[in-house]
Antibody, heavy 121, light 110 residues
């Protein structure tokens, strides 16, 4: 069955960097686009970034563009989110999710359990 | 990228039907038939219940249905059950490979 397991969250000071990962299993990872979505404590969902199945195309929400980088290693079935210049407002649970259909980036079905990133001094 | 508008809360009794609205613009909901709905129980990851406006993933009961008219989408939950109590989020493709979520709606089963 499809499994997505995020890791790498933790407490980090403002201005510092952190990389979170998402290990995938149960499907052909290199055929599916992937996304990151975050949820601040007690708040709603916010789309963060998406990457195509082959890693060649990446797109970001305005508030993270230039600071965050989404990438993937299809040889390791793993998705990454490199977060630089972190701010307090980046504090959230970060979820990864896979696209519904192969090769397309339209809707997303399976989600991981999330990893909490706390930006605080 | 403004958030889609959802009511903060809705409620219904077991067996009844409730509808949750999701209002966007001509740049997101109105422009594309790629509206999804997610159910989230406290402390859990979101679960996809509707995609492409009205499609149900395998395993989702047909009590859940979706529709769209103009710049607004809707999720209807029929035959309410206690386990339907959760937060519900709509999400729309907004062009240029960006997505926008609604603020979420808390469904209470009375």
């Amino acid at each position: 069955q499809v499994q997505l397991v995020e890791s790498g969250g933790g407490v980090v000071q403002p201005g510092r960097s952190l990389r979170v990962s998402c290990a995938a299993s149960g499907f052909t990872f290199n055929n599916y686009g992937m996304q990151w979505v975050r949820q601040a404590p007690g708040k709603g969902l916010e789309w963060v970034a998406v990457i195509s199945y082959d890693g060649k195309n990446q797109y970001y929400t305005d508030s993270v563009r230039g600071r965050f980088t989404i990438s993937r290693d299809n040889s390791k079935d793993t998705l990454y989110l490199q977060m630089n210049s972190l701010r307090a407002e980046d504090t959230a649970v970060y979820y990864c999710a896979k696209s519904v259909e192969e090769y397309l980036l339209l809707s997303f079905d399976y989600w991981g359990q999330g990893t909490l990133v706390t930006v605080s001094s | 990228q403004s958030a889609l508008t959802q009511p903060r809360s809705v409620s219904g009794s077991p067996g009844q039907s409730v509808t949750i609205s999701c209002t966007g613009t001509s740049s997101d909901v109105g422009a594309y038939n790629y509206v999804s709905w997610y159910q989230q129980h406290p402390g859990k990851a979101p679960k996809l219940i509707i995609y492409d406006v009205s499609k149900r993933p395998s395993g989702v009961p047909d009590r859940f249905s979706g529709s769209k008219s103009g710049n607004a989408a809707s999720l209807t939950v029929s035959g309410l059950q206690a386990e339907d109590e959760a937060d519900y989020y709509c999400c729309s493709f907004a062009g240029s490979y960006t997505w926008v979520f609604g603020g979420g709606t808390k469904l209470t089963v009375l």
